[in-house]
């Protein structure tokens, strides 16, 4: 058993002398591993198709975030990303309700700001449709806004938030190349040459 355990170890050394030690040694653990599995910033910066690129990105900005536990880890332009990205994917998956419902939701009064800072104006222009079926400041807290749903709980509340979900989906706005645009302008800040 300790054998085996050496052997990872050399071996985990030797990938690490390949995909960027200094970033690596701030993860513990469980990190290390899905760090290892995520590609490297000079590797994601080779990438040429808009889609992967975002994909990549994103899934190393989670993990250096720790899956949103830890966004004090990232830049402000990752932040803008990471909370596109986590509305993204809630969205996609179950629609706004399931985006607010969700913590995920924790950081959107800051959706439409990083969408307009990646120029992303008609999908910002959906979500802050989404903000205003609220009719209010949405807590930032996922228990108060929970809370705040049910008060709202109602036929109207549900259609306006179905009626961005049509939108969100049906949007034609490129917003991958828009990211791209908005990394490669930013590089520094996303740790790139």
Known sequence: MLYLKIIR??????VLAFTGVKVFKQFKDKEQQAFLECKSLPEIQKIEDKDDFRYELSSYILIKSKNGDKLNRLSKQERVLYVIDVCDMEVNN????????????????????????????????????????????IPSNRAKRNDLMDELESDSFTEKL??????????????????YSYVMENKKAFGMK
């Open 162 to 179: 179905n009626e961005c979900d049509n939108e969100y989906y049906s949007n034609e706005e490129n917003v991958n190349e828009l990211i």
């Open 9 to 14: 170890a050399i071996l985990l050394l030797i």
């Open 94 to 137: 179950g629609g706004f309700d399931q985006y607010f419902f969700n913590s995920s939701g924790d950081q959107c009064n800051e959706l439409v700001p990083a969408l307009t800072e990646v120029k992303a104006f008609e999908t910002a222009k959906i979500c802050e449709k989404a903000l205003n079926a609220f009719g209010c400041k």
